[in-house]
């Protein structure tokens, strides 16, 4: 996906609540009765079609104009991620989400798809479960991400339309009557303001935070002198192979957290999936420390875990920065930085897939300034380094 587009609203659009049409696309006939079903279970879903391969599905689309497609990744002749990329070059605002196995040839083959543009996954079931589990996991994983990756067409109910471009430090003006978060905050709530540098910087994201984090760390210098930490929703596998994508794209030394690993200044470091991340303070070391607790958020990994943790380790030193995400996780932890004195920036609207995470900041009045995604990068290294921000900031 091209860094700063998000698959919603075309310009200009803005249809009426109706239901969901949703194009399946797999090559299995069982897998595809499978997805059939489970989104037959929506109310708020209508399954258009089916298709059983990427140029069948490329023609389908054009036919049918799905809101949203349901795409596996390996297919006969053209498979998803071709067809994403096809696609791309003619649709940047239909929402795709891949299909994938919980392997590392899924898992890659998922980073390979986002990358070409697809908007989100989720994981097959295991060939070990009963069909109806089967469905239930494919209906609880699938229907919210098209109701969050559709809202911003008006799908499945209407929503105010979006603010205007927000400047640096200041949220947007509420939009009238409007009830979305963008439309809450007017600007950040109080908080103890830092008096000193930033020691670390924790970042926070889900849908669409793959593709954001390719845009965000490569700003951030070799001599970087702050550790990084980094939340991004995905189960195991996928964490690991994301951090050795990043790490070959960027100047920072990029890796999975293991457990008492010490944060180092220039090292980002991610939490594995299936693995809260937490830093302690052993001495005068401050290490990695990996948990199994109870899931937050509906997440583990969970962005507040994190931040909370960096917080009462790192008090006001603290930037944080939350990225494109469903739901609300990271508002809670944004709170805790803040009221420690540390800063949180969050994703606009406008260049994130979806707006749930760092709009819950924004509507919390937690977010100290709100960013296009291609800022956050160079407002983030000159934070840190103590410089003046590269890009001019603004509409």
Request: glycine residues 10%; charged residues 20%.
């Amino acid at each position: 996906m091209t860094a700063g587009v998000r698959p919603g609203l075309p310009p200009g659009r803005t249809p009426a609540a109706r239901r969901i049409r949703v194009l399946v696309v797999d090559d299995s006939v069982v897998v595809r009765r499978l997805v059939v079903d489970a989104l037959r279970d929506d109310p708020q879903i209508e399954v258009v079609g089916t298709a059983a391969d990427g140029r069948a599905a490329l023609a389908k689309i054009a036919e049918l104009r799905p809101d949203a497609v349901t795409m596996d990744v390996e297919m006969p002749g053209m498979n998803g991620i071709e067809a994403v990329r096809e696609l791309r070059r003619t649709q940047q605002w239909l929402p795709v989400v891949m299909f994938s196995t919980l392997t590392e040839r899924g898992a890659t083959a998922t980073l390979d798809a986002l990358s070409a543009g697809a908007s989100d996954y989720v994981t097959k079931p295991s060939n070990v479960a009963s069909i109806l589990d089967s469905r239930r996991s494919v209906r609880d994983q699938l229907v919210p991400k098209l109701r969050a990756l559709t809202a911003a067409r008006g799908l499945g109910g209407a929503l105010p339309p979006a603010p205007p471009a927000p400047v640096a430090g200041r949220l947007p003006a509420p939009a009238p009557g409007g009830s979305s978060p963008a439309a809450v905050a007017v600007r950040p709530s109080p908080r103890r303001r830092s008096r000193t540098g930033f020691a670390v910087l924790a970042i926070g994201c889900s849908t669409g935070g793959p593709d954001a984090l390719a845009a965000v760390l490569p700003a951030l210098p070799a001599d970087l002198p702050v550790p990084v930490v980094v939340v991004q929703h995905m189960p195991p596998v996928f964490t690991r192979l994301l951090a050795d994508r990043l790490d070959g794209q960027c100047k920072v030394g990029i890796a999975e957290a293991a457990h008492g690993e010490p944060l180092e200044p220039g090292r980002v470091l991610i939490a594995p999936g299936g693995h809260h991340l937490v830093v302690r303070r052993r001495g005068t070391t401050v290490v990695a420390e990996l948990t199994e607790d109870p899931p937050e958020n509906f997440c583990r990994p969970a962005v507040d875990v994190l931040f909370r943790s960096v917080s009462v380790v790192y008090g006001e030193r603290v930037l944080a920065a939350v990225l494109t995400g469903m739901g609300r996780d990271g508002e809670r932890g944004a709170t805790a930085v803040r009221a420690a004195g540390g800063q949180v920036y969050a994703q606009d609207e406008a260049t994130s897939v979806v707006w749930g995470m760092p709009g819950a900041v924004a509507a919390a009045g937690q977010a100290d300034r709100i960013l296009p995604l291609p800022q956050i990068g160079p407002h983030l290294s000159a934070a840190l380094s103590g410089t003046p921000p590269l890009l001019a900031v603004g509409p």
